[in-house]
């Protein structure tokens, strides 16, 4: 395997997510991007990709904001790159702004050539060969990546005749699944072409979620020989989203934990959980690394978490931040966990016969459970007849309690 590190996209593809839609930010304040970065470099992140400056006075703004705060953390290593287009306004711009690398594309397709650019294809290389050796020669020391956008619904044979006249100039080509129709066989496939053909070029992959498949497409673009995958917070990007950078981490440390080496791991859920503080929403319940991954709710499930968590945790998630778990006082509980809440929360003597007497009629007011009426509420009300006895707990044992209790 070659795999180098992941690029974050948060900035750029996370801003285009619909859920800064639903959230209604609209956009990162650089107050916000402030704290994400500071996060992101926590955690091991050290290339980051941006809007190109033309974009909007403010992404231009704040993109200057950014390099200065970044630089007075203190942290070497550091990358910027602009995401552009094959326009020489974007190139000049992201330059004068002090990025590290381009990040060219354009789009290849019959789709693309009819209702995007206008471009045949021929024009296509053209045009793009004489911006990236022009780019070259002038800007010796530039990091260049090229992408063929939309990848995998242009055909190999039009990528080659691409990347063909261009691969002496550019450092990295793009392999983007623009709209999510990859699978790993084809990323597979894909990638071991490209290496054959290009040996000493590395490849970036930047997976789309549309068919769900992002993540274990990156796994496979890594395990294929590719350098770069694109991350962002959440997977957050146009439409469904891209790969998790938490989730991915996460997988590459159960494949081959030298893979994770160089990242903070423990930082995952707390940058999970940071991003949700800024959109003022609960972390993806799809998030690999989230507190929901260790909330059980069936009785089953629940009695055997109060014995043992291995029987349904297979990953200790306390290396990635997760060092709390949920077991949620439900119409699915049994009398396992209501003797557990009622004895060891309530502090109520009693007995596993009345536990299970008291699960019964518990089970049976389902339909009372509501956001007013919580299952707490219900539960309270059915034990307040059975008039039980408090348990005598010292003082300095209820300072020593570890459950969130709120």
Known sequence: MNFKGVIDTTFRDGQQSPLMFDS???????EDKKTLIFGLIQLGVRNFEFFAPNVSKSEAHDFIEIKKYVASIGISGIRFFAHCRCHQKDIEESIRAGFDGLNLYIGMTE???????????????????????????SYPHIYLRFSAEDSFRTPIEDIFKMYDEIYESVDIFGMPDTVGIATPVMVADTINALKKRYPKVDIECHFHNDRGLSLINAITAIQSGASYVDTSIWGMAERSGITSVTGLLLNLYYEDKTLCKDFNLKVCYPLN????????????????????????TAGVHQKAVLNNPYVYEAHDLKNFGVDKKQLFLGPL???????????EIEYYDLTQEQASEISLEFKSRAMEMNKKNKPETVLGKIVAHYHLPKLTI?????????ENLD
């Open 24 to 30: 209604y930010k609209y956009r990162f304040t650089i």
């Open 111 to 137: 789709y693309a050539q009819r209702y995007s650019h206008g471009m045949k294809f021929e024009e296509v290389i053209t045009n793009v060969t004489k911006i990236i050796k022009a780019t070259r020669k």
């Open 273 to 296: 959980v940071l991003m949700g503080s800024i959109l003022k929403l609960q972390v993806s319940p799809t998030e690999p690394v989230s507190i929901t991954n260790r909330t059980h």
């Open 333 to 343: 509980s049994g009398k396992n966990l209501i003797y557990y809440y009622l004895r």
């Open 394 to 402: 010292k003082r300095e044992y209820l300072k020593n309690r570890v």
